[in-house]
């Protein structure tokens, strides 16, 4: 009787802000054969490119890259959303036979793709827009009151201003005609028919944070400021992403708020505080195998091709499915 073939091998590069994600993937598609699939929130709209840090289209040109731009300005994509759409390209890269490398920040992205989100139904546009109209009229305590009536549990677990999460757990109870808590009960749907190996990023704080200001600065330099200006006057407020880090602090300057250097200074600062946060959320995250420095140092690369390679040589040992390059 012939062994059970392993499971496939998906590797996660995790970090803050700035750690060099982007430059470790890059370098490992240069030694297996591999394809990356974004887990940035920001960087899967489209016309949103200056302030996300996207790979560049000659990098994008090194290996194929999946989830980037795929969603309109004006549209929104939940993290359930996210996850459903990943593990399919994820399966589909598995059914080529290469090496998936998820890439990304947004912790809760990835906690949606690899251990599931509650079975909630999919988001209804027309419902939705319909609560938030309701909402702008008689206030977020109104819809307070109707989830208190839908769901008491579910309305004690959340604050009567935070608008999107109620209008997300009424769109839950008349979608499925069940309680949200019930939902939540049932458990999660976690990824299935991978090995995971992640891989987090650890660099030094202090040069994090220099890193972190300096690309700051060089995205104001290279039109930040004038990107978010194009995207505010053909879009408006309707583009979710101009709340984001950095474009914020833009629309901030355009509408007078603030002067130039002190956007600079504030998208700075948010930006380090975005990277504790991150930092807090991947310390939870269980298996991580820590590289101690940033994505671009050759030895931090080294490391983590290493372990690559040692797992996919014990997966597929007597096999000739290896996803490595001949170099």
């Given amino acids: 009787m012939a062994p059970a073939q392993p499971e496939a091998l998906l590797v996660v590069v995790l970090g803050p802000t700035a750690s060099g994600k982007t430059a470790l993937s890059l370098a490992l598609a240069e030694r297996f054969h591999v394809e990356i699939v974004n887990c940035d929130s920001v960087a899967m709209y489209r016309e949103f490119d200056i302030g996300t840090a996207k790979p560049t289209s000659s990098e994008r040109g090194r290996a194929p890259h999946h989830l980037f731009d795929?969603?309109?300005p004006t549209s929104h994509i939940t993290a359930g959303e996210y996850a459903r759409q990943a593990r399919q390209v994820l399966e589909e890269i598995k059914g080529r036979g290469h090496l998936p490398i998820l890439v990304g920040g947004t912790g809760l992205y990835l906690r949606a793709l690899l251990e599931g989100l509650f079975p909630g139904p999919q988001r209804s546009e027309e419902l939705r827009e319909r609560l938030r109209e309701q909402a702008a009229s008689r206030g977020g305590e109104y819809l307070h009151r109707v989830l208190r009536h839908l769901d008491r549990a579910a309305a004690e677990k959340i604050h009567a201003n935070?608008?999107?999460?109620?209008?997300?757990?009424?769109?839950?109870?008349?979608?499925?005609?069940?309680?949200?808590?019930?939902?939540?009960?049932?458990?999660?749907?976690?990824?299935?028919?991978?090995?995971?190996?992640?891989?987090?990023?650890?660099?030094?704080?202090?040069?994090?944070?220099?890193?972190?200001?300096?690309r700051a600065q060089q995205m104001f330099e290279?039109?930040?400021?004038?990107?978010?200006?194009?995207?505010?006057?053909?879009?408006?407020?309707?583009?979710?992403?101009?709340?984001?880090?950095g474009y914020k602090q833009a629309v901030q300057l355009i509408r007078g708020e603030l002067t130039r250097e002190?956007?600079?200074?504030?998208?700075?600062?948010?930006?380090?505080?975005?990277?504790k946060r991150q930092m807090t959320w991947f310390r939870r995250e269980s298996e991580v195998h820590w590289l101690r420095g940033f994505g671009d140092d050759a030895q931090?690369?080294?490391?983590?091709?290493?372990?690559?390679?040692?797992?996919?040589?014990?997966?597929?040992?007597?096999?000739?499915?290896?996803?490595?390059?001949?170099v």
């Fill in 70 to 72: 795929c969603v309109a």
């Fill in 162 to 214: 935070d608008t999107p999460k109620l209008i997300r757990a009424i769109e839950v109870c008349l979608a499925s005609r069940q309680k949200m808590t019930e939902l939540w009960q049932r458990g999660r749907d976690p990824l299935r028919g991978f090995r995971i190996l992640r891989l987090g990023l650890d660099p030094d704080r202090q040069a994090l944070y220099d890193r972190i200001n300096r």
């Fill in 222 to 245: 290279a039109g930040l400021v004038e990107e978010t200006r194009r995207l505010l006057e053909e879009y408006g407020v309707a583009a979710g992403p101009l709340s984001s880090l």
């Fill in 262 to 275: 002190q956007a600079l200074q504030a998208a700075q600062q948010a930006h380090r505080n975005y990277a």
């Fill in 300 to 326: 931090v690369q080294d490391q983590a091709a290493v372990k690559i390679e040692t797992l996919l040589a014990t997966d597929f040992r007597g096999s000739t499915r290896i996803n490595h390059k001949n």
